[in-house]
């Protein structure tokens, strides 16, 4: 199949809006785009020249940034589609390289396409051998958040064959490089906290089963390709490639809208994944199972998040967009049985926890009301720290999965005529202008 990497930056305008005032001032007509699916936008950007007003949305609640044809959430029933295929049967019938392909070029590869661009990223897995220093500069118990933010952003002062942003090729090799090395320093991250020697990546390798080695292999023992653990570890790749304008893609294109390189925009944006309410969830999550600790306890701490001005939430649940369930948790709950099952875990205490909180959350009115349901994070945990994954890794291997999207965002904001630079206006609610007192009057 031919690519025509479908980006649609033709603006078609579907009607008019026009705003009015209770002021009798004069009501702006602003017009309305259309979309190929979801909510059409409202253009506002003549809004302040013609009425001297601004738009206020805290959180971005009802606000478009931009144009985007990489991925496509309907919240209210639970779809999740990347380039318009469903999340369901790509995780089902394609790896997560066919997955990168698709969200990075626009269309899924052919086989030889698949073997082309598998085997630039493998060609390109290895890290300058310098950076070996910046990983030595860092505590044995740094979390790894700290060491990829720090990493990522490095790479720009080693890959200057890539920083000419103006240059469609620099972009694309820029692309490469992080697809390619962002592995490598989340499993350098791991070992460098464990004390064991770096492991090399290698050619002849898959992707993820390539990761896993880098991971779990040491010099006294290669690591056993298990191709169930490989598929679960692609899946959760798969699931978090990408998903619309997150906080993290969102500050990734924030960052790159000043004509930041690649390598910094993607720092920044591993920089804002790491917090608890975004990328950190699954760390939180299983933390949180195992401070419940026991299947007794688990109405209790339900109820503890439901008390008014309780600061204790159910961490892996709920979801800024969606409002029915998650379609990437119900696809790592499965993933997690398979897990479980394969390694003969089947009566994993954590495992009984989650469910119990699924079942009694599932039932219980404060969260049906709310629209509350298990998102992707909440079985992510689980699944691996089967794998061997350390909790602290959580959200750097959500880093890892998620940078395909970051790019391809990236590489579409740089490429949109409409892009400019991120300046948010704010309504000013401070003092009025007034004059500086001498210092003994104050
Ligand atoms: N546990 C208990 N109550 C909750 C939860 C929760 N997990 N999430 C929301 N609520 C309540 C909240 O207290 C509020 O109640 P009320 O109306 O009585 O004040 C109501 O539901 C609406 O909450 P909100 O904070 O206005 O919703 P939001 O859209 O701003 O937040 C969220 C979305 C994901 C940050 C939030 O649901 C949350 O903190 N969840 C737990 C953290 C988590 O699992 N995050 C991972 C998100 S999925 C991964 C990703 O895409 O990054």
Redesign the pocket.
């Known amino acids: 199949m031919g690519h025509f990497g479908w980006t649609r930056f033709m603006t078609i305008i579907a009607s008019k809006a026009t705003l009015s005032f209770d002021d009798n001032s004069t009501p702006v007509s602003l017009p309305v785009y259309e979309s190929t699916i979801g909510p059409a936008g409202i253009d506002i950007r003549s809004l302040y020249a013609a009425s001297g007003r601004i738009s206020y949305d805290p959180?971005f609640m009802a606000t478009a940034t931009c144009q985007s044809s990489i991925s496509y959430i309907d919240g209210e029933n639970g779809i999740l589609l990347y380039r318009g295929y469903p999340i369901e049967q790509l995780a089902t019938q394609c790896d997560y390289v066919e997955v990168c392909h698709l969200l990075l070029k626009g269309e899924l590869p052919t086989v030889q396409e698949k073997k082309e661009f598998e085997a630039n990223i493998a060609d390109d897995a290895m890290i300058h051998e310098q950076m070996h220093f910046f990983f030595r500069g860092f505590r044995r118990d740094a979390h790894p958040m700290s060491i990829l933010v720090a990493t990522v952003g490095a790479l720009s002062s080693f890959y200057h064959d890539s920083l000419d942003i103006s240059n469609p090729e620099h972009r694309a090799l820029a692309a490469t490089h992080l697809l390619a090395k962002v592995p490598t320093l989340v499993a350098m991250s791991y070992k460098y906290s464990v004390g064991q020697p770096f492991v090399y990546p290698r050619k002849d390798m898959p992707y993820t089963a390539n990761f896993m080695r880098m991971m779990f292999s040491t010099p006294s023992e290669d690591y056993k390709v298990n191709d169930v653990l490989v598929r679960a570890l692609d899946r959760i790749f798969i699931l978090h490639a990408d998903?619309e304008q997150?906080?993290?893609t969102s500050t990734v294109r924030l960052a790159g809208s000043s004509g930041a390189n690649p390598f910094a925009c993607i720092s920044a944006g591993i920089a804002c994944?790491w917090g608890?309410?975004?990328?950190?969830?699954?760390e939180?999550?299983l933390s949180m199972i195992r401070h419940i600790g026991s299947i007794d306890k688990v109405p209790a701490f339900i109820k503890s998040?439901?008390e008014?001005g309780?600061h204790?939430?159910?961490?892996?649940?709920?979801?800024?967009?969606?409002k029915n369930v998650?379609p990437r948790a119900t696809l790592i709950r499965e993933t997690c049985h398979e897990v479980l099952n394969e390694l003969g875990l089947n009566d994993d205490p954590m495992f009984k926890i989650a469910l119990e909180i699924e079942r009694i959350a599932l039932e219980d009115d404060?969260?049906i009301s709310?629209k509350?349901y298990p998102?992707?994070?909440?079985y992510s945990g689980i699944v691996q720290s089967a794998l061997g994954i350390p909790s602290s890794l959580f959200t750097g291997i959500?880093a890892l999965a998620r940078t395909v999207g970051w790019i391809a965002q990236w590489k579409e904001m740089m490429s949109d005529p409409d892009s400019r630079i991120g300046r948010p206006r704010q309504v000013y609610v401070g003092p009025i202008r007034r004059d500086v007192p001498p210092i003994e009057r104050r």
């Open positions: 959180g998903h997150n906080a993290s994944l608890p309410a975004h990328g950190g969830a699954n939180a999550a998040t439901k008014p309780s204790a939430r159910l961490m892996g649940f709920g979801h800024r967009i969606y998650d404060y969260f709310r509350l998102n992707v994070d909440f959500f």
